[in-house]
């Protein structure tokens, strides 16, 4: 029987469930042309592959438990927003811009890649991509924020620009960083304030779908390993990242986040048999932190093993990353 090229492609496809052009070229290209390596794919794009980005494509229906990209949130948006994908919780740790705050590149202490903060203005367009992409009206936006008076102000113009969507606020919570041995962390000789943790819907309805019924947005808990001891700075500890998961969604559904940073949402996420889809700018994050989590559960040492795990890693989208 003759094999042609587009049965060849396809049978890569289903091998690899995601690969980009290049992929194709590399393996295809001895024999065949690139732009009928590239017809095939396009004459296949309706039903059998969705299209993630410039040149990278899934197959439909394959079981991607983990996306991880590297790109900048603000452009890629609307990237993932073509594809598709609809997600049940849309995680949000925003570098924002705020009193004392500085970029990770400007701030060599933080450990951080270059990158620029996102401006409450950045913010509500990032808001406006992604309320297409919620699957239902209960599907839930988790917010996250510096608390404390001195921030206030700057943090209510990110708050704000949730007005501009429909998602309404449902619930407000607070995150207390505490040491190893119990006592709210401090700065100088201050308590340092909670950060706010925000849920927002298109119905304004909590969702609770814990199988215990547990339920909670106020947390008080030891803040991971700091930078100067290898840990990512600012990353948010994966007990309250799992139970907001939990709650948020039911097994099987997609979380999307857009600031990943040390990856502990992909941790949680796939702890409780949910699928994590995780964009972060920053190589560092992705080669050192988000990646060797990804590669851990691969190899069974997280809660969970999966049976055939694919991932898209370490995408870098043509126009998209500026790393
Ligand atoms: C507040 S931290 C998130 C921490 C994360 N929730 C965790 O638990 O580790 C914000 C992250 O956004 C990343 N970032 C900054 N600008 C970005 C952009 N334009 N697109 C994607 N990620 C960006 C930073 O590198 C940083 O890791």
């Known amino acids: 029987m003759k094999t042609t090229l587009a049965s060849k492609i396809l049978h890569y496809?289903?091998?690899?469930?995601?690969?980009?052009?290049?992929?194709?070229?590399?393996?295809?290209?001895?024999?065949?042309?690139?732009?009928?390596?590239?017809?095939?794919?396009?004459?296949?794009?309706?039903?059998?592959?969705?299209?993630?980005?410039?040149?990278?494509?899934?197959?439909a229906g394959a079981e991607i438990e983990a996306i991880v990209e590297q790109a900048d949130s603000r452009k890629h948006v609307f990237e993932i927003k073509k594809a598709n994908i609809f997600y049940d919780l849309i995680f949000l740790d925003?570098?924002?811009?705020?009193?004392?705050?500085?970029?990770?590149?400007?701030?060599?202490?933080?450990?951080?890649?270059?990158?620029?903060?996102?401006?409450?203005?950045?913010f509500g367009e990032i808001l406006k991509a992604i309320e297409g992409m919620l699957r239902s009206s209960n599907s839930q936006v988790y917010f996250m924020m510096a608390g404390g008076k001195s921030s206030a102000p700057q943090a209510q113009r990110y708050i704000r620009m949730f007005d501009q969507t429909s998602p309404q606020c449902n619930d407000i919570g607070s995150y207390m960083k505490l040491t190893s041995t119990g006592k709210v962390c401090n700065m100088a000789q201050h308590d340092m304030p909670p950060e706010i943790i925000m849920a927002f819907s298109t119905d304004g309805k909590v969702r609770d779908c814990t199988d215990d019924g547990s339920y909670r947005l106020d947390?008080?808990?030891?803040?991971?390993?700091?930078?100067r001891y290898g840990g990512y700075p600012t990353a948010k500890p994966v007990a309250m990242l799992q139970q907001m998961v939990a709650q948020a969604t039911e097994k099987g559904q997609w979380v999307l986040d857009l600031f990943a940073g040390s990856g502990n949402m992909l941790e949680a996420a796939l702890g409780v048999g949910r699928k994590a889809h995780l964009v972060e700018i920053c190589s560092n994050a992705i080669d050192n932190f988000i990646l060797p989590k990804l590669h851990a559960f691969h190899e069974g040492n997280?809660?969970?093993?999966?049976?055939?795990?694919?991932?898209?890693?370490?995408?870098?989208?043509?126009?998209?990353?500026h790393v």
């Open 94 to 122: 925003v570098p924002y811009r705020t009193g004392g705050q500085r970029g990770g590149g400007s701030n060599p202490k933080r450990n951080m890649a270059d990158y620029n903060l996102i401006d409450p203005e950045e």
């Open 302 to 321: 997280l809660a969970r093993r999966i049976h055939r795990p694919t991932l898209f890693d370490h995408f870098n989208f043509a126009g998209s990353a």
């Open 13 to 59: 496809i289903e091998d690899h469930k995601q690969f980009t052009m290049s992929d194709l070229y590399r393996e295809f290209g001895d024999a065949y042309k690139k732009h009928s390596i590239r017809a095939r794919v396009y004459e296949n794009l309706k039903g059998t592959v969705i299209r993630t980005g410039k040149g990278s494509y899934i197959l």
């Open 219 to 227: 947390f008080a808990l030891e803040r991971p390993k700091l930078a």
